[in-house]
């Protein structure tokens, strides 16, 4: 039976800090607007502002959920939008896109924003996974999920709102199961319009964020046939993704948030 009040309680926390966060991040932009600012994909300075909201908001709506769950959530949320930040800040400029380029790069002995990023979300969903599954495999399936659909959710990341219309797409059903589902959901609706207005974009670090908190709930509501299910079409929507994603982003330069 779904908590309806826990429901509410985690959409009603996650939309008013993500809508507090990001206000108060505009308004004072940490460090100088430089930090802050990008070129979208049509050459329109936007701020960063809605993605480390959109972490925080959806952190905040991870206090309501179960006691059991609420921990796997809270890491991978927390986890995945740091590393997302540290990519928006330290990999701006960085033509590499893709995993296989940062990936070759680590072979040649270089350690770029992006491979950081994809051994720490890996790190952060195997993590969530062990706190929210008890049989190793199942461990494994849920770091893939929690994993996979931070990634997912960034790839998609290349034009206004498409990361944050992904998300209530693919959190819209989790909502019958739970509140896990709630944070997420309601974060990307109250970025959506600044998203879509072209005002401000997520960046590595509020797709990520909502991605990881997706998948914790993705993973809290299946079994392992639906887990492997899952993490088989996020690895191939992602080899898939991948590729699309390095082309249009070095076709459309300024797109929304490089890998």
């Known amino acids: 039976m779904i908590d309806v009040t826990r429901t509410l309680r985690s959409a009603a926390l996650a939309a008013g800090v993500t809508r507090a966060a990001g206000a108060a991040l505009r308004r004072t932009k940490p460090g100088g607007a430089g930090l802050w600012e990008r070129k979208n994909h049509a050459g329109r300075t936007v701020d960063l502002c809605p993605g480390p909201a959109a972490a925080l908001g959806v952190a905040a ?3 309501a959920a179960e006691p059991g769950t609420r921990g796997a959530a809270l890491l991978a949320t927390l ?3 740091a590393c997302g930040a540290y990519d928006d800040v330290a990999g701006e400029g960085d033509p590499r896109r893709g995993f296989r380029a940062h990936l070759t790069a680590l072979r040649d002995g ?3 924003s992006g491979a950081v990023k994809l051994f720490g979300i890996s790190a952060a969903g195997l993590a969530a996974g062990a706190l929210l599954k008890e049989r190793p495999v199942d461990r494994m399936l849920a770091g893939v999920v929690v994993a996979g659909t931070a990634h997912f959710l960034n790839l998609v990341d290349v034009r206004p709102g498409r990361a944050a ?3 209530l797409v693919i959190g819209a059903p ?3 199961r739970g509140p896990l589902a ?3 959901l309601a974060a990307a609706a109250a970025v959506l319009p600044d998203d879509l207005g072209e005002r401000g974009m997520l960046g590595d670090t509020g797709a990520h964020a909502l991605g990881a908190a997706l998948g914790v709930a993705i993973v809290a509501g299946n079994g392992r046939a639906g887990l492997a299910a899952h993490a088989a079409g996020l690895v191939a929507a992602t080899v898939c993704g991948d590729r699309v994603s390095a082309f249009v982003k070095d076709t459309a330069p300024g797109a929304e948030s490089p890998v």
């Open 61 to 63: 709506g991870a206090l």
């Open 110 to 112: 270089e350690l770029t």
């Open 174 to 176: 989790g909502l019958l």
């Open 79 to 81: 986890a995945a939008g």
């Open 165 to 167: 219309q992904a998300a």
């Open 182 to 184: 709630a944070a997420p």
